[in-house]
Structure formats: C-alpha cells, structure tokens
C-alpha cells in the first residue's frame, strides 16, 4: 500500500550536503596541502560531470519536475535516472547506563554518464559488477564518555556489494544497509552498519513524525539555473531502539534520529566557499533544519535558509536575513589542519511566540572530522548537545561544516 | 709459548710453508670445494626460487588475505557472492573476488617454439570494491591509488566521460606494473597486445598497479584488469576463479578468523541458493560447493607440486660436492703423508698431539672457509643461469612461472659456508687424526698409517657389502608424502651404495688391469713405466678411480636414463598423435595457461570444408585427495580410431568400454541411489602410481555439477605429465563442466597434404592461434622434453669434470713424489716429452678404469632411475635404451679429458727438482 504525500513546504535552496564536499575538489588537483592527499581520488572522477553539467545540459538525466506526486513506498527507494541521491541518517543514543553516543550512516549513490550507444555496446554488461553506479557510505559512531569517534567510508559498484532498490527503500552497501520494514501508518525502517570490528549497530528506525518535503511543489531548487534542483524528503524525527557493539561489548540503546533523502541531477552553484548545516531536535517536539552557505568575501549567501518544524509536521521558513549561526569557539583539527568553528549559537526568531531565540550547539566531541579519503575532503559532522541562554540542555542536534580544510570556491570552475 | 702462538707459528711455519711451495695444488684444492659448494648451492637457490614463485597474486595488489574459497573443479559460479554477502552480514570481513587468467603476446608470426613468449598472469579484480581494502592498507593514504592522476593522466581526458568512468567500463583497460613500464616504455593510454583466451586483444594501459605497503611490488609479468572485462575476454561471464576473505584487524581477529573458516566450510555443504540447473545441483547435496584454503596453504600446495622434481635436482647436485669431496680427503691425506717428516720431528720436539691435531683442522678449516665464501659466490652467479632453466622446467610440467632471478638472503650464504666448512673438516678429520696418532717413530720411518678409504679399498667385502646393501634399499617403494608426492629415497640410497661399493671394487681393478696392460706394450719403455706405476697402485689412485667411477657412473646412468626416455617419447608421440593439425591459443605456453579456444571459433573452424575429423579436447585441474590432478574430455571415438594408447593395463573389454563411454552423456552414469552406475573413464599411469587406483578402481570425482562416481576402465601410459590425469568422454566433460571452451582441436584432414596450406588459411584468420603441423608439435615435445633434462646434463657434465681436475690432483701429488725417480730418467736421457707420455699413459690407464666400472655400474643406476627412481617419481614406464652415441661420447670426452691433463702434468712433473718438497 502506497501513501501519497504533496509537497507542502517551499525553501529557496536545500543544503548540497557532503555529496558536493566529495566532487568538488576534483577541478583542483593538488589544491589542499594536506600530508598524504595524494591525486585525485576515485569518487571525485566519477562525480566530476555532475557538476559540468550543471552549467549546460544534464545529458539525458532526469529534472526535478514541480508537482510530482510522490508515492511510497516507491519513491523512498533509488530514482536512478536522477544522477545522484542520498539517503542520510544522524542520530543520538543512550545506552541502558545513560551512556551517550551519536552516529552517522550515509549512503550515497553516483550515476555514471551517459554513454553513446556504440561505447555502451564496448562495454562489458555483468549484474554484479555494474558500471553505471556508484554508492559511497559514509558511517561514524561517536562514544561521548570517551570522545572515541570511529568512521569507515566504503565505495562500491553497483551490484552484489552495494545497490538500491527502486521499489521501496532497501539501499545496501559492503555490510551496511537501509531497509525500510513498515511502510503504512508510523514508518519503520532497520539500519544495520559497522565500523571495520570496531563498532556495529542494528538499529529499528520509527517515525515519530511524519516525512517532510522541503521545497516548492515538491522541488528544492538550488540555483539560477532552472534544472539545478532536487527533491528533498526528510524524517525530521525517528524514534530508535537497538543494538550497538562497540568493541566487542553489546549494548541496548535508544534515541532519536533525523533521515534526509534527496535526489537530484544537479546540485551546484558556484560562488560559495563553504557551509554551515544544522539539524535541531528540541526536546518541547520541535526541530529545526538551518542551512547557512558561506561566500567568499566571509557573508552570508541569499539562498540559505531556516527551518522550523512543528510538533504536527507543519514546517515554517525562515530566510537568509532572519537567523544568525555564530561560532562560540574554534578548533584547529591535527589531522586535516582545518580550523572548525565548533559550537555554534543560533539566534532566530520562534515561529511560535514571535521571540527571538538563542540556542546553543555545543559538540558532544570536538574531533568528529570525517577525513572523507575517498571524497578527499575532510569534513566535520558531529553530534551536539543543544543549551538555551542560560546552559540547560533543551536538545540534541547535528552539525555539518564544511569547507574548512581549503576554499571550496577555487575548485567551483 | 702458550698453546695459541704455538698453533699460529705452526700455521706459518707448517701450513702456510707449503702451501707457499704447492700453490697450485692449494688454489685447486679450494677451487674444486667451490665448485662442488657452487654446483649445490646454485640448485638449492634455483629451486628455491623456483619453488617459491608459486604466488598468489592478490597479495600484491591487495593486503594478504586470510581465507580463499574456490571450487574443487573448475570456476566458482558468481552467485556466490550475493549469497555470501547476506550470510556474512555486517561482519566485518572484506570480500575479493577474483578472476585469473594467463595472457602471451602474440606470435611473431615467425617459426614458434614454445614456450619463448613471456606468459603474464591476468589478474581480474574489481577495480571499485579493491580500493576499500588498498585504503585499510595504507592508514596514511600516502599510497598511490589505482586511478591517481599523476599514474593515470592521458591526454584525452575530456569533460564528458571521467578517465575513471572510461578506464571502468573500457573493456580493454588494463593496469600494468612500473616495472613492465619501465621496461617496455608503456604509459598510460599505451597499447598492449595479448593473447587472451584465442583472441589478439589490443589493450590500452590504463596505468600502473599501485603498490601494497608490506607487500613487494607487482613482477612484471603481473596485469590486473577489471572482473568483468577479464570475465568477458576468457569466457567466463558469471564465473570467478576464487573469492577472497579479509577479516578486519582489531579486537578477537583470530577468533574471528578462525570462526570464519567454520562458517565457510560450513555453507559450502548447504545447498546453491539460486540453482543453475535444478537437477545438477541436486548433485551437489551434501557435497561441498567450494574449498577454503588460506594462501599460505596455496603456496604450499605449489611447493608440494614441485617437490619431487627438485628434490632430484637436489640430489644430483650434491654429487659434484660429493666427488669433490673425495678430492680433498685425498689431498689432505697426502699432504700427511708427504709432512710426515716434519711431523715426527715436530712431535719430537715436545708438540703435543692435540696441537698437531688442532693445526691440521685450522688448514682444513681454512680451506672449507675459502671454499665456501668462492662457492657461495660462483653458486649465486650460477643460479641467475640455473634459475631460468629450472623454470622452464616448472612451465613446462607444473604451473606457469616467470621466475628470473634467484635472490640470496644471509642464511642461505651461511649455509652454503658452513657446507663447505663441514666436508672440508670431514675431510681433515682423518689426516688429522693420523697425524696427531702416529707415533714420531713411525711417521719419520715414512710408515704410511691405514686410513679407513685405504683400508677399504684393500679389503673386497665392504665394496661387496655396499652393494647387497644397495640391493636390498632399491626393492624399497618410494617415501609418501602429502598430496601424492613421492620421493624415491631407497632409490636414491641404492644409488649411492652402488656407487661408492663399485668406487672401491673399482680401485681393486686397478692393480688387475695394470697387471693385463702391461704386456701390452711390452716392447715400449713408456708404456710399461706407465702402467707399473699402478700395478701397486697407492690410495690416491685408488681414491682417484673411485670419483671417476662415481661421476662416470651417475653421468652414463643420466644417459641411460634420458635415451630410453627419449625411445619411450619417440614411440608415445608416433603413436599418440597421429592428426595433421594441432590447434591451441597462442597463449599456450605452458603446463597451466588458462587460455582456451571459444565454441564459437573451433565449431566454425571444424566446419571446414577440408576437415575430415577432429577432437575437441577440455582439460582442468582438479582437486582430488588434497591434491591437483588433470581432468580431461575428449571424444573416445576418435581416439579409438586415432590414437594407438599405450595401455598398461588395457579395459577388460575395449570395445564395450568405447562403446559405452562415448554414449549419450545424459544416460551415463545413471543409476538408481542404492545401485549407482559410474562413469567410466580412463586413468594414466602417472595417475594411477600417484593415487594408488588401479583399473575397476571406483572414486568420485568433484565437477561444477557435483562430484560425480566414476571407474577407472584402464590405464594407459602418458608421458604428458607427472601429475597424472583422467580422461572421459568429451561431451560428459561439457555436461559437468557446462562450458564448450575447449583447450585445443586436433584436426584430421580430408588431404594431409594440405596441412601447410590449412594453417596459413586459418591463422591468417585467427593471429590469436597456435597451429601445429604433427611433425611440429613432435619435434616440439622432444624439444621441451630435452629442455627439462638440460639442468640435469649440466650437474653431470660438472661431477665428470670435478673428478678428471682430481685425477690431475692425484697424478701431480704422484709424481711430485716419483720426483726422485723421474730425476734419474731424465739422467738416464728421457726426454721431457716422454716422461709427459708417461704420465698421460698412467693417467689414462686409471681413466679407462675408472670408465669401464663406471660404465658398468651405469648399467644398473640406469635400471634404477628408470625402473626404480623415475617410476616412482613420475609414474612413468619407459623402455630401456642403450644410447650407444653419447656413452662413447661421455667415453672419449673422459679419456681425452684424462689424457690431456695427465700429459701436461708430466710435462711439469718432468721439470720437477729432486729437491723439490712439495
């Protein structure tokens, strides 16, 4: 059985997520004078015409069409003539100790380009060794008490390793997976990840919210271009409940959890250096998504964005001008050298009472940096706990900063 | 003075005194130790190398992996992966499957022998998942990656298609190492042609295989390409050679790893999850899917395959050390002798025993010392020769190698040393002891004590006793170890009883002969002076016979060994192929080339209006009883009719057998549970030795359909390889196999005069084919077969030089002391020439002695390497033939070789003052 759901909500511009950290270094070999980053790396060549394209045509990929009446459980599964698509899942857990922990999996899928008839006949066509797609999973887990944060990336082509079902949302790669379980009423979905033998998790998803699509018309635009744009879904509240090894010591745990899934053929504009992203899950039942693209000369672009979700799923825009993301401190990463702004205020205004609010995300951990080797771009993702002016904890977030560890701009050609 | 300036001023004074004053007997003494270390030490490293270079490749491009799962018979069906993938789960256990094949460059088109174009070995990998594993690898991402721009830049990289993407889903895209890089000049976007399967593939190099941290960097004849690509160009879609296991680092790894083995060793019993066919694979209940092994067990498995082969070489190569040995025992004993005189008055004078004892051990030392450092030297130089010919040896019979170098650690230079420094002092020991011994009174009257060598050579039992002793050892079966290696070492033990019994019964026929040749010559003074001298031949003749008649021995026996070969390969090949073409890949090039024909290209070349009949012949190796064997189809009908088998023992009813082995494959075999009725195939005689079957044996055997019941309905004997095989009917081989990939057609023309003109047709068609003509292919199995003998002649050709240099040596010391005697010929008015003469005649007389015995111990070292020592290596029979050419070859080269040197040495010898000590 199948929901439908119209799009009801409108933004100017979604986040581009770690997906365009990953390409955009390809333009400019040898730009980040980091010990070992070495060349370019595969991820990047395979990305590199998404963002060519964006500048001409989409070379037969599909467009974010305005209107689509999306259907699940379908449409949470892979849209593979769109280019690139995400599934993306942040969270927070406690063990039955209280004992905290905050995790990332993300799974990414690539499409190749087109080829011409003639070079695809050349080709060697083999289901469980495709050469159209791509998928990347990104997968951290980060042990509060001790601040230990363990990532793994894995790369894979399409097929037994690593695939997506375009039926419903069954997305697999290495042992990592995303299936969706229950599809009518409260969604479930089961995340099963681990980290090298270090840590794993088996975790039951349910949505304690319902699915929210940002956009306008079901299309999230990104830029002046009329096809660079996506279509965004989020579960902006998934209750957890599970199972967490970490080394070699199982644990039940429960949490909260915030899904992104988007998809898209093109999801660029130049001009911008960096971002700062911002996902809220305030305690009262509120959440809030914030989105703040950071230019060159240090300001604030116009298409980033805040928002407000209500405790019915009712979600409340804010522009570029009417929030404020402020760094509280800094932290210069031994690895990448990349200097975050760790801890961050948000002042904006609440929908609610018409007040204006501060909310304070201080990091869990300050080293969260994914060192991104395949993407070779390093990037900080991090678990946050949320304070209000007078230091009591009214949330948990996640933070997403990037472009830290060199300019993105000068790889924007 | 303390014990130690007394052992250096003995060594000056005693030592170094006469050395200085016979340097030349001294350089020799150590050159002929060397040699012996060099002939041994070269083997051991060739071997070695040769052994070793059984690699798995995966290693190298990625980290080494823990476990490898692979079918018994054939190619592991893809499925297996997704299958895998589910069971394991999110354990953290990294999966790399893997295609692997063989690829030549294509003929020159010039006459071919085979085996002169280098065989790559293909890795097919996919190029996405690996580098997961290549990043695990290198934690500081310092490593180069498959697709790093500044490996893999080409100019036409362009917006539209990444180099990645093109790199990926090219076909043709292949990795190569920098050292074939280098070597060849290939950059990226290069182009490389091969041979894969029967096709010339031009690829282009994509870029250089990144090194693995902690692994050695790719040989050059290492390409990698994508799985699939290679998957395609073999043949072989769906299909993979092995899937690798890695289990991630950290906490519980080797619980872990061991629990995975379980599991796989588990699942392969569970029945396939999306069967192929339903009723093959009904097959499989029960029965296990694959095998898991780790890759040191792989290696092993290939060290094992070559065990015999160079525990042979081996042997052999310790005979030159062994002759050598002889020589030195016999210098260092007339060296004692001829110091007898200074070393009764040395213990006259108060030296002590021990001292004397010690002072001759430090010479023998030195000279083991000198020896070993120059043997060590000449043996690794000598190994970058011999290391190319044993590795032809194992491409020719046991997997395909491209093994140049022989590389030398510490341990081996030691042993080498310590070798030499253990014969030498073997060798010093009795001297030594002799010397310390004998009362001053004795050796200042000139009494010569019995060394044990003497006093066996005057005694006729212990000769006698060596040899009954080396009867009863060749009645003894071979030494078994696992994987069906067999090694012949009553055989061996036999051999080295004959040789020494016959060596010293030998010397006995010194004293005889001289006594019968003397009359010969009655009227010449030269003659009879010649030959007295050995009517009382002294130990160092007696010595000297006995190294010739070893060397001589195991060298006529090699002969004998290799010409009833040659005989039995002769009548094998004109009975065995007996069509006019013989069509292969142009990659084949050796025992374990993967390169096949596809059914496209023979059923279109089978169709050939000028074929009248042909032979599709399949063949792989399978896994049975823990080790590799051959299992081939072809159609019994044919061969029936066109090969003559050589059967050792033949089916009890030959027409029934063919009659029921060629049947429909579909009604073969059938039978019902209780009762099953086998397949019957045909078993060689290297496979049967090997397994212990003989004919009506019942064995089941592993097949892609599951292992299947077959009887062995007769055993012929084949000369193809020492690994032995199995041969069913060709279309039964399909049906199991599921594949119509065949490994070559042996054609029958309608005209056999048009063989020439068919080829050219046909390779003008297909450049990725190796056509043989039969007069070819024959001449080309006696070609690779003398080849893999070369190694042996070699170490034979060196024992027979080593023991004429020790005929020299015994002379010299000989007639260094007749010194005094030859003074009052020459008096007397003998010319210097004459005395040479009489020399030469005194040396060839214990030459022809030492032939003659030798000659006739060969007769049976030659039954028992054939009947004996090769039967129960190789399993193979062969007929006795007596190469009457290269005996009296080995004869006159021995005679001549003797003559020369003893004539030069008289010449010297006649110069000799009488004063002369030494």
């Known amino acids: 059985m199948t929901t439908t759901t119209t799009m009801t909500m409108t933004t100017?511009?979604?986040?581009?997520?770690?997906?365009?950290?990953?390409?955009?270094?390809?333009?400019?070999?040898?730009?980040?004078?980091?010990?070992?980053?070495?060349?370019?790396?595969?991820?990047?060549?395979?990305?590199?015409?998404?963002?060519?394209?964006?500048?001409?045509?989409?070379?037969?990929?599909?467009?974010?069409?305005?209107?689509?009446?999306?259907?699940?459980?379908?449409?949470?599964?892979?849209?593979?003539?769109?280019?690139?698509?995400?599934?993306?899942?942040?969270?927070?857990?406690?063990?039955?100790?209280?004992?905290?922990?905050?995790?990332?999996?993300?799974?990414?899928?690539?499409?190749?380009?087109?080829?011409?008839?003639?070079?695809?006949?050349?080709?060697?066509?083999?289901?469980?060794?495709?050469?159209?797609?791509?998928?990347?999973?990104?997968?951290?887990l980060l042990d509060v008490a001790s601040a230990r944060f363990l990532h793994e990336e894995r790369l894979h082509r399409e097929g037994w390793a690593a695939g997506a079902?375009?039926?419903?949302?069954?997305?697999?790669?290495?042992?990592?997976?995303?299936?969706?379980?229950?599809?009518?009423?409260?969604?479930?979905?089961?995340?099963?990840?681990?980290?090298?033998?270090?840590?794993?998790?088996?975790?039951?998803?349910?949505?304690?919210?319902?699915?929210?699509?940002?956009?306008?018309?079901?299309?999230?635009?990104?830029?002046?271009?009329?096809?660079?744009?996506?279509?965004?879904?989020?579960?902006?509240?998934?209750?957890?409940?599970?199972?967490?090894?970490?080394?070699?010591?199982?644990?039940?745990?429960?949490?909260?959890?915030?899904?992104?899934?988007?998809?898209?053929?093109?999801?660029?504009?130049?001009?911008?250096?960096?971002?700062?992203?911002?996902?809220?899950?305030?305690?009262?039942?509120?959440?809030?998504?914030?989105?703040?693209?950071?230019?060159?000369?240090?300001?604030?672009?116009?298409?980033?964005?805040?928002?407000?979700?209500?405790?019915?799923?009712?979600?409340?825009?804010?522009?570029?001008?009417?929030?404020?993301?402020?760094?509280?401190?800094?932290?210069?990463?031994?690895?990448?050298?990349?200097?975050?702004?760790?801890?961050?205020?948000?002042?904006?205004?609440?929908?609610?009472?018409?007040?204006?609010?501060?909310?304070?995300?201080?990091p869990l951990a300050r080293d969260q940096e994914l060192p991104g080797r395949i993407g070779d771009v390093p990037y900080w993702e991090g678990a946050c706990r949320v304070e209000d002016v007078v230091g009591r904890e009214v949330g948990s977030a996640f933070v997403e900063l990037t472009g830290y560890a060199g300019d993105l701009a000068g790889r924007l050609r | 003075m303390d014990s130690r300036g007394l052992l250096l001023l003995l060594w000056r004074r005693f030592t170094l005194r006469h050395w200085a004053l016979a340097p030349g007997q001294s350089v020799l003494l150590v050159l002929i130790l060397a040699l012996g270390i060099a002939v041994y030490f070269s083997v051991r490293l060739a071997n070695r190398a040769a052994g070793a270079s059984f690699q798995h490749f995966t290693d190298l491009v990625a980290a080494e992996s823990d476990w490898v799962i692979q079918a018994e018979a054939g190619d592991l069906r893809e499925a297996v992966l997704p299958e895998l993938a589910r069971r394991l789960g999110s354990e953290p256990v990294t999966l790399l499957p893997v295609v692997e094949s063989t690829a030549t460059p294509p003929p020159s088109g010039g006459p071919e022998t085979i085996g002169d174009r280098v065989t790559y070995r293909v890795l097919g990998i996919d190029l996405v998942g690996v580098q997961n594993l290549a990043r695990d690898a290198a934690e500081d991402a310092q490593a180069q990656g498959w697709f790093d721009r500044e490996a893999v830049e080409a100019p036409e990289a362009e917006a539209g298609e990444s180099l990645f993407w093109k790199t990926l889903r090219d076909p043709t895209s292949v990795f190569i190492s920098s050292e074939l890089a280098r070597r060849d000049g290939l950059t990226a976007g290069g182009i490389l042609e091969l041979v894969l399967n029967e096709r010339v593939v031009a690829l282009r190099v994509a870029g250089v295989i990144p090194e693995v941290p902690g692994q050695p960097a790719a040989p050059a004849t290492l390409l990698v390409m994508d799985l699939p690509a290679l998957q395609f160009w073999t043949g072989r879609t769906g299909l993979l050679s092995r899937v690798e296991f890695r289990v991630a680092k950290g906490a519980d790894a080797g619980l872990r790893r061991a629990a995975l083995r379980d599991r796989l060793e588990a699942w392969s019993r569970e029945p396939w999850e999306s069967p192929v066919d339903r009723d093959r694979d009904a097959a499989f209940a029960g029965a296990e899917r694959w095998r898991v092994s780790s890759p040191s067990e792989r290696r092993e498995a290939g060290e094992v395959m070559t065990r015999a082969f160079r525990l042979n070489l081996t042997i052999l190569s310790l005979l030159a050390l062994l002759v050598g040995w002889y020589l030195i025992v016999q210098a260092m004993d007339g060296a004692v002798v001829r110091r007898r005189a200074e070393i009764g008055m040395l213990r006259s004078l108060g030296v002590e025993a021990s001292t004397l004892r010690r002072a001759w051990l430090l010479e023998s030392a030195v000279i083991g010392l000198l020896g070993g450092l120059l043997g060590a030297l000449l043996g690794w130089a000598g190994a970058q020769v011999s290391v190319r010919v044993v590795g032809r040896t194992v491409n020719a019979l046991y997997y395909a190698t491209s093994v140049e170098t022989a590389t030398l650690s510490a341990g081996e230079w030691w042993g080498a040393i310590g070798l030499a420094l253990a014969s030498s002092l073997a060798a010093g020991w009795w001297p030594a002891r002799v010397a310390a011994r004998v009362p001053p009174v004795q050796l200042m009257a000139r009494f010569a004590a019995a060394s044990p060598v003497a006093w066996a050579v005057k005694h006729p039992w212990p000769g006698a006793a060596l040899l009954v002793v080396g009867g009863v050892f060749a009645c003894l079966g071979p030494v078994r170890f696992e994987g069906g290696v067999r090694f012949p070492a009553g055989g061996y033990?036999?051999?080295?009883?004959?040789?020494?019994?016959?060596?010293?019964?030998?010397?006995?026929?010194?004293?005889?002969?001289?006594?019968?040749?003397?009359?010969?010559?009655?009227?010449?003074?030269?003659?009879?002076?010649?030959?007295?001298?050995?009517?009382?031949?002294?130990?160092?003749?007696?010595?000297?016979?006995?190294?010739?008649?070893?060397?001589?021995?195991?060298?006529?026996?090699?002969?004998?060994?290799?010409?009833?070969?040659?005989?039995?390969?002769?009548?094998?090949?004109?009975?065995?192929?007996?069509?006019?073409?013989?069509?292969?890949?142009?990659?084949?090039?050796?025992?374990?080339?993967?390169?096949?024909?596809?059914?496209?290209?023979w059923r279109r070349l089978a169709a050939h209006p000028g074929v009248a009949e042909f032979n599709p012949l399949r063949a792989c190796e399978i896994r049975l009883m823990g080790a590799s064997t051959i299992l081939a189809g072809g159609d019994l009908a044919f061969m029936r009719r066109h090969v003559d088998l050589a059967w050792v023992e033949p089916p009890t009813d030959q027409a029934a057998f063919f009659d029921r082995a060629a049947a429909d494959p579909a009604t073969q075999g059938r039978g019902s549970e209780a009762e099953p009725v086998p397949v019957l195939v045909l078993a060689s005689e290297s496979f049967a030795e090997r397994f212990q079957l003989r004919r009506e044996a019942r064995l089941e055997l592993p097949t892609p359909a599951g292992p299947r019941l077959v009887e062995i309905a007769g055993v012929f004997a084949d000369y193809g390889n020492e690994r032995g095989s199995l041969v069913v009917e060709g279309r039964q081989y399909a049906a199991w196999f599921g594949t119509d990939h065949i490994a070559s057609l042996i054609v029958k023309l309608k005209d056999p005069a048009a063989a020439e003109r068919v080829r050219s047709e046909w390779l003008g068609e297909y450049p990725g084919l190796q056509i043989l003509t039969n007069a070819h292919l024959r001449a080309e199995i006696l070609r690779i077969f003398r080849q893999t003998f070369a190694i042996t002649y070699a170490l034979e050709a060196i024992g027979v030089v080593v023991a004429v240099i020790g005929l020299g040596m015994t002379l010299a010391s000989v007639l260094i002391e007749r010194r005094g005697d030859w003074t009052t010929l020459r008096a007397l008015g003998m010319r210097r020439d004459e005395l040479a003469r009489v020399a030469a005649i005194e040396g060839l007389v214990v030459a022809a002695v030492g032939l003659a015995v030798g000659l006739l111990v060969s007769g049976a070292l030659g039954w028992l390497l054939i009947r004996v020592i090769n039967k129960q290596t190789f399993g193979w029979t062969l007929q006795f033939a007596v190469p009457v050419g290269a005996l009296a070859l080995l004869a006159a080269l021995v005679l001549l070789g003797a003559g020369t040197v003893s004539y030069a040495l008289g010449r010297w010898g006649a110069r000799l003052p009488a004063d002369r000590e030494e």
């Not at chain 1, 063990?95 to 690539?110: K, M, N, P, V």
């Not at chain 2, 002969?559 to 094998?572: I, Q």
């Not at chain 2, 065995?576 to 292969?584: R, V």
Request: aromatic share 8%.
């Open chain 1, 12 to 140: 100017k511009r979604t986040r581009t997520r770690t997906v365009r950290t990953i390409l955009d270094p390809f333009f400019t070999p040898g730009r980040i004078a980091r010990p070992g980053a070495r060349g370019v790396v595969l991820f990047l060549l395979a990305m590199a015409p998404v963002a060519l394209a964006a500048a001409d045509s989409l070379s037969g990929y599909a467009i974010p069409e305005p209107g689509v009446k999306f259907e699940f459980p379908r449409d949470h599964g892979s849209h593979p003539r769109f280019r690139v698509e995400w599934w993306y899942v942040t969270g927070h857990l406690w063990d039955e100790q209280a004992r905290r922990y905050g995790f990332q999996a993300t799974f990414f899928r690539t499409a190749a380009p087109h080829r011409l008839p003639e070079a695809a006949a050349r080709g060697v066509a083999s289901p469980n060794f495709g050469t159209d797609h791509l998928f990347l999973s990104h997968l951290a």
């Open chain 1, 165 to 362: 079902a375009t039926n419903t949302l069954h997305v697999w790669n290495g042992g990592s997976s995303l299936v969706l379980t229950q599809a009518v009423g409260l969604e479930q979905m089961h995340l099963r990840a681990a980290i090298r033998a270090e840590a794993s998790w088996d975790l039951q998803l349910t949505a304690a919210k319902p699915l929210v699509v940002f956009g306008t018309n079901g299309v999230s635009r990104k830029g002046e271009t009329s096809t660079a744009a996506s279509h965004y879904l989020t579960f902006p509240r998934l209750d957890v409940s599970g199972r967490l090894t970490v080394a070699g010591t199982t644990r039940t745990v429960r949490g909260q959890a915030w899904m992104d899934h988007e998809f898209s053929s093109s999801q660029l504009s130049a001009g911008q250096s960096g971002w700062d992203w911002v996902s809220v899950q305030l305690a009262e039942g509120r959440e809030i998504m914030a989105y703040r693209m950071r230019r060159k000369d240090g300001t604030t672009d116009p298409f980033s964005t805040l928002a407000w979700v209500g405790r019915d799923g009712h979600v409340i825009h804010q522009p570029a001008g009417a929030f404020e993301l402020m760094p509280l401190a800094r932290w210069k990463s031994p690895g990448s050298g990349a200097e975050y702004p760790l801890g961050l205020a948000l002042r904006a205004q609440d929908p609610e009472t018409g007040t204006a609010v501060e909310y304070r995300l201080i």
């Open chain 2, 493 to 601: 033990l036999a051999a080295l009883c004959w040789i020494v019994g016959a060596g010293l019964l030998g010397s006995r026929c010194l004293s005889a002969a001289a006594r019968a040749l003397r009359p010969l010559g009655a009227r010449s003074a030269l003659w009879r002076l010649g030959v007295s001298a050995l009517v009382e031949p002294t130990g160092r003749h007696a010595l000297a016979t006995a190294g010739l008649v070893c060397a001589v021995a195991m060298t006529a026996g090699m002969v004998l060994l290799v010409g009833s070969f040659d005989r039995t390969m002769r009548g094998w090949i004109a009975r065995t192929f007996q069509a006019d073409l013989y069509l292969s890949s142009a990659g084949a090039q050796s025992a374990s080339t993967d390169n096949r024909i596809s059914p496209e290209t």
